[in-house]
């Protein structure tokens, strides 16, 4: 019995350890679009480019008018200096650094988020009520840069 106890301690500690040294947790992964719009939603494309330009004019509106810095934080991994642990309800707000989200989600999703809200967490709809869709297109570069070396812009729209 000692011994099984031991195994199953010594496997859910490994299972931690492999979530976080080799990716992110995979609910992080999956999309918040409805699935009946979700093809439609990742044919949209960026069409500003994503130069220093761009990126500094999203930068302004994530940390001003946009208010996404509220929630993202200002290093944009998802708690900003506002929040309190565990004040929240549901998903803490979207770790930008992350790599493998960067990766999996397409401008054109995060666009209908900013468009639709998230179902199921804080992030409520943001076009048209703050930002204008050319100014939603400035932020997700701006978003899209903390994935990336900061020293050099995107040139195609996607990480």
């Known amino acids: 019995m000692r011994r099984s106890i031991t195994t199953l301690f010594a ?3 490994f299972a ?3 979530v976080s040294v080799f990716g992110a947790n995979e609910a992080v ?3 918040r679009v409805p699935v009946d719009q979700l093809q439609a939603a990742r044919t949209w494309k960026n069409p500003l480019p994503a130069t220093e330009e761009t990126i500094e004019k999203g930068k302004k509106l994530f940390h001003g008018k946009a208010f ?3 929630c993202h934080g200002r290093d944009g991994k998802g708690l900003g200096g506002d929040i309190e642990p ?3 309800k ?3 707000p979207r770790d930008f650094t992350d790599k493998d989200w ?3 989600r397409t401008d054109g999703e995060l666009l209908w988020i900013l468009k639709n809200g998230s179902k ?3 992030m409520a709809p943001f076009i048209p009520l703050i930002l204008t869709e050319e100014e939603a297109w400035q932020v997700l570069h701006y978003v899209r840069s903390f994935g990336q070396n900061r020293d050099k812009p995107q040139t195609d729209g996607q990480p």
């Open 16 to 18: 931690s350890w492999t």
């Open 86 to 88: 565990g004040t929240l």
């Open 102 to 104: 960067q990766a999996a």
């Open 120 to 122: 199921g967490t804080a």
């Open 11 to 13: 496997a859910a500690a």
């Open 29 to 31: 992964l999956q999309p």
């Open 68 to 70: 996404c810095v509220t």
């Open 90 to 92: 549901g998903p803490l």
